[in-house]
């Protein structure tokens, strides 16, 4: 009875992932393979809705709090790693050093990694991977990619999960059982980190696969630029540039209203393979209230102005994963927004 069902639910995936091929017919400059980036997304998704979802729910219902949180912060220190691995690559030798000592401190004083004492000792954390290093020494990040199980990536990216996989410690561990048993155990962490997030991210009246990938794409730049602000954001083709919210030129009438927005910060940790890692862009909804009349009165003050329109958002926290050595893929990038 549960082979015909499973094999129903794949038969149902494959379905929908080749229906969302022909859904796009004029992708944008960033996302040229939206077709088959969207069927891919639509395979993951399914995949994490009816396996990898439950599962963590599940986890999270029998496993304490306290717990839990010595889990991620194992996984955590052993991504410090390849931080630290990675930040010596770059010749960011002052963040190098940091991961070393959140290395040696959690290690020895956190009892294996389970207590976060460098946090406490006010080291910060970085996050850092080989796509990130590539980007350093100025290789393109290329298209916009979303990979089975592995989730949003680019061309760069992509390629920088060869060298993640061959920096993670969980890549060495023996025997084959005990690595896979701690791969296992290091999804289920970062999908369960991850399920405030994901709830907020589908009761959220917006397209899902969009939000992703913008909310990748921005948080990469971001990072690749040391957390400094960039002029060259991903083009997503939406059509008339964003309005100006600068000084009012000089003699126009003073717009009324205002902007919200909410942000969120990764991870994932995500996520995605080791442990979830990073945190997330801000997704805001702006909409301007138009003032009273088109000239202003020299002497009276603007008034009736609309409220502020509201703005919503979801924090996706992003990591990426990096699997053990017997398999040489990342873990399901359904977690992995980093």
């Not at 991903?234 to 030129?249: C, I, L, T, V």
């Not at 003073?254 to 942000?263: E, I, K, L, T, Y």
Request: charged letters at 15%; a neutral charge.
């Amino acid at each position: 009875m549960t082979i015909p069902r499973m094999r129903s639910i794949t038969v149902g995936a494959v379905a929908l992932a080749l229906t969302a091929c022909s859904t796009v017919q004029t992708p944008s400059k960033d996302d040229p393979w939206e077709g088959f980036n969207r069927s891919v997304y639509t395979f993951n998704d399914t995949v994490d809705r009816y396996a990898l979802k439950p599962v963590a729910k599940g986890y999270v219902k029998v496993t304490p709090q306290p717990v839990r949180d010595s889990v991620t912060n194992f996984f955590a220190n052993i991504g410090d790693v390849y931080n630290a691995a990675n930040n010596l690559l770059q010749l960011k030798i002052a963040d190098g050093v940091e991961d070393i000592m959140r290395i040696v401190i959690n290690t020895v004083f956190g009892v294996g990694g389970l207590f976060d004492v460098a946090s406490l000792a006010k080291l910060p954390k970085h996050s850092q991977d080989f796509g990130l290093t590539l980007g350093h020494y100025g290789v393109p990040a290329g298209p916009y990619l979303v990979l089975p199980l592995l989730g949003p990536s680019t061309v760069r990216d992509g390629v920088g999960m060869v060298g993640n996989y061959f920096i993670n410690p969980l890549t060495y561990v023996n025997p084959p059982a005990l690595s896979w048993g701690l791969y296992g155990l290091d999804v289920v962490s970062a999908r369960a980190n991850l399920l405030g997030a994901s709830d907020l991210l589908e009761g959220a009246a917006i397209d899902k696969y969009s939000f992703l990938r913008n909310a990748y794409l921005q948080r990469r730049q971001y990072l690749l630029s040391d957390g400094h602000t960039s002029g060259n954001l991903p083009d997503y083709g939406d059509g008339a540039p964003p309005p100006n919210y600068g000084e009012p030129d000089e003699g126009a009438a003073a717009p009324a209203g205002g902007v919200s927005g909410a942000a969120g910060a990764a991870g994932a940790a995500v996520p995605a393979s080791g442990a979830a890692r990073a945190a997330a862009p801000t997704a805001a909804s702006m909409a301007p209230a138009s003032p009273d009349s088109a000239t202003p009165a020299p002497a009276a003050p603007a008034s009736g102005a609309a409220a502020p329109a509201g703005a919503s958002g979801a924090a996706v926290p992003g990591e990426q994963f990096v699997p053990p050595a017997r398999i040489g893929i990342g873990a399901p990038g359904l977690l992995r927004l980093h």
